[in-house]
């Protein structure tokens, strides 16, 4: 198959391209990209469009196995693909976990046929129960990108200590779910002014920081590859950037509900109610600072679709988690990108690059014989995030009747369109 | 004044004049409890639903009397949480309680947030009869009441509530209440029982009872429970007693006007002394007694917004 | 609004003097009597009447003061909006004793029918009478006044608004709505 992108700024700063090009993919592959290119194949128009290395999320729950009735990987592909990412991590919190062979062979069986890649994520421990190492090398053989029990945080510090130094021997990130379950005791928001007025019990930052701080020590003492997942507060971006400025194998991620969403909005509406929690406002501006000063490599979704029942609850006990897949984007672009905060290059570097380098995965980007992974986007397109239009299973976002600037027209996967917006 | 507020769900969403209303049409109300026929026929033909999730025998008497002394039918729903969590949800059950036809609902129940849900969900009138550690606000009015009865006034009154603030909706609706009506009011409790950040309700925080007592026109004592010791919010009830216990000998300096209140069921010899619970200072049965009142107010005023014709009475 | 002839504040001292007068030629036990206003106006009326019965007998009748807003037939139907309650004061045991229930303007019986409902709800008087200072016409109910100050026929697009000097000056007034 043969498509060709014509008169479309590509942005590729592994490329050192910001112009306006064609680009011609043929066989999933990219076949060139320059001024002039001609085909007898397919054409897309891309005046006024803005072409990206596909975008991945390193962070994302699909449910499957175990928890179909919130998302499957089919239903969460179409999500991400519809929100540009090309490739999602999947969390292996599934039910059974991600902790043997057959479960990795059974998600990427099924992904085969989605709209995006899927790069599993094994469990740190067996059955995600936090007391025995799962069979790393067996799970990296069948395809995981890296460990987590994400969830539920590694209380055991002995574990937590042997899971780093045992995967050196791999060469993949564990990226531990940051929360002291014994801090965070049945905390249901950020332990704050809103949390005392609400009466809803509270979740302190020190229940990730004191994690964060363990876990860095302990890759300090006994190696290891650490990636720090969802960042939430201010104190976890200073953490991460000290690990850094001692030249520790320590990156970081954080999502958009982080900055632009935040304790006060919280209002015992359940879709605001996620781990961790959503902060202050002065969490957000660190964060935002540390995606721009790099210390936070990796914008993600941590899309964590929960059905109804489990949603349409007291807030107590509603599920934790939020869908993140189809807003993503638009959420960067209008609250980062148009207010002029992060440029296109660095957005890609944390949607694009980062989380490949993260997760170990080839990203050659815009190049000629590179995998066709794109993104395509209208940066001025305005939005409205509608509840009947979500893709996803699960509909529990805080951002239904946000409205937003910037909108992915098409994503393509090893050559094919697995999105396309409809234009009319 | 209009009132118009359909349900009673907290006092952080009620104006200073919507307290002040229910407090006047309170006094109105207490009368009819020392009548020979205590009973008015105002709310006749009503219908409604006590429903309890959570142990309370004085909130759920006290609604109950309410309800009978305005003529309405009351029907008492008691669940526990624990049996709601397995299988019905509490919108489930409201639904239902609502298939009902019923006219109002007051709600108790141990998650915060629970009154506003079942407000959400359904059409008849809500009130609050304790969400959590969220809000409690027909105490808070009663309390307010109390105050105002036996001082005349709450502005400018410095009223301390002591103990447990964290797992409190005595405290939360109080002090929404008090400093709406310009009370100065300060909590005092154990650090690990003041919650995060709670000065941005606009009250002090201490944790010196006795440099406090002196300076007091009110104390509000809360209930302490003996649990929280064993998540370690305080070491033993022993230490609790010495550092907070409202004992005779810790008001000694106190004004000679003090009020001691407490919301009840008290612990006697924890967090207040038998002496001082029954001594001179103490307003508790008054308490109770004007709970009927303010609660009989708030029926009153939530039922004529429920209702929907109007039909102006020709004498 | 236009003043009813001959019931300005005079006018209407006159008829209250008439109305004693007659309550305690045909109440023989004069210690036994009490009175018993409606809020508002009924109130007013029958603090009145306390004077002119001291003046008559000699006596301090005691007086009582009822809000009937809670007895009121028609609080379902309100919807929003309900009446804003006043004050119920009756200082004395109305049990056995001969009550004279006032109000200022008698019109449907809605309202003297409350008013029976509450005063029984506070012991069993031996008589209750009722006098009032305007009859209208227009009964809804089965209820007759004992004493009337004056007939005054009107029709329904009408009012009747008795004005006393505790709120401006005395007057009877007609309304055409
Ligand atoms: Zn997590």
Known sequence: MTCLIKNVTVVDPKNKIHGTMDVLVKDGKIADVKKGLQTDGDVVEGKGRVLVPGLVDMHVHLREPGCEGAETIDSGCRAAAKGGFTGVACMPNTTPPIDSAGTVRYILEKAKSSACRVFPVGTISKERAGKELAPFGELIENGVYGFTDDGSGVMDSGLMRRALEYSKMFNKALMPHEEDELLSAHGAMHEGGVSTRLGIPGIPRAAEECMMERDIRLVKCFGGRLHITHVSTKGGVEIIRQAKAEGLPVTGESAPHYWTLFDKDVNFNTNFKMYPPLRTPEDGEAIIEGLKDGTLDAIVTDHAPHAEANKDVEYNVAAFGIIGLETSLGLVLTTLYHKKILDLEAIIERMSYGPCRILGVENQGIAKGADAHLTLIDLEKEWIVKKEEIVSKSKNSPFIGWSLKGQVVGTMVNGIWTYQINDD | ?315 | MKQINGLDKKGIQRLLVRMAHEIVEQNEDVDNLAIIGIQTGGAHLATRMIGVLKDITGKELPLGILDISLYRDDFAELGEGHPQLKATDIPFDVGGKDIILVDDVLFTGRTIRAALDAIVDFGRPKVIQLAVLVDRGHREFPIKADFVGKNIPTSLQQEIYVRLKEEADDGVFLIEK
């Open chain 2, 1 to 315: 004044m209009e009132w118009k507020h359909k349900h009673l769900l907290t006092i952080e969403q009620l104006s200073k004049e919507d307290i002040e209303y229910i407090l006047e049409t309170a006094v109105s109300f207490k009368e009819i409890s020392v009548r020979s026929v205590k009973k008015v026929p105002t709310l006749r033909g009503k219908t409604i639903v006590n429903f309890f999730c959570e142990p309370s025998t004085r909130t759920r008497m006290s609604f109950e009397l309410a309800a009978k002394r305005l003529s309405a039918d009351m029907l008492n729903v008691v669940s526990s949480s624990s049996s709601l969590s397995k299988g019905e949800s509490l919108k489930d059950t409201a639904r239902n309680i609502e298939a009902m036809k019923v006219d109002m609902i007051i709600i108790r129940h141990s998650m915060p947030g629970s009154a506003q849900l079942l407000a959400d969900c359904v059409s008849c009138s809500v009130i609050n009869a304790g969400d959590g550690p969220h809000e409690h606000p027909t105490q808070g009015l009663l309390d307010a009441y109390t105050i105002k009865e036996k001082k005349g006034r709450i502005q400018g009154l410095k009223v301390l509530i002591v103990g447990d603030i964290a797992h409190s909706r005595v405290a939360r609706s109080n002090i929404w209440t008090l400093k709406k009506l310009g009370a100065d009011v300060t909590v005092v409790g154990p650090s690990t029982l003041i919650p995060a950040e709670i000065e941005k309700m606009g009250v002090n925080v201490s944790y010196y009872l006795d440099e406090e007592i002196p300076k007091a026109d009110v104390i509000n004592i809360l209930r302490i429970q003996r649990e929280r010791q064993d998540r370690n919010f305080f070491p033993t009830l022993r230490e609790y007693i010495q550092l907070f216990g409202v004992s005779e000998a810790r008001l000694k300096n106190a004004k000679k006007d003090l009020l001691i209140m407490h919301p009840g069921p008290a612990n006697r010899g924890v967090e207040i002394d038998p002496a001082v619970a029954d001594g001179p200072y103490s307003v508790i049965l008054d308490q109770v007694t004007n709970g009927i009142a303010v609660r009989m107010a708030v029926l009153y005023l939530v039922s004529s917004v429920g209702s929907s014709k109007k039909v102006k009475m020709k004498s």
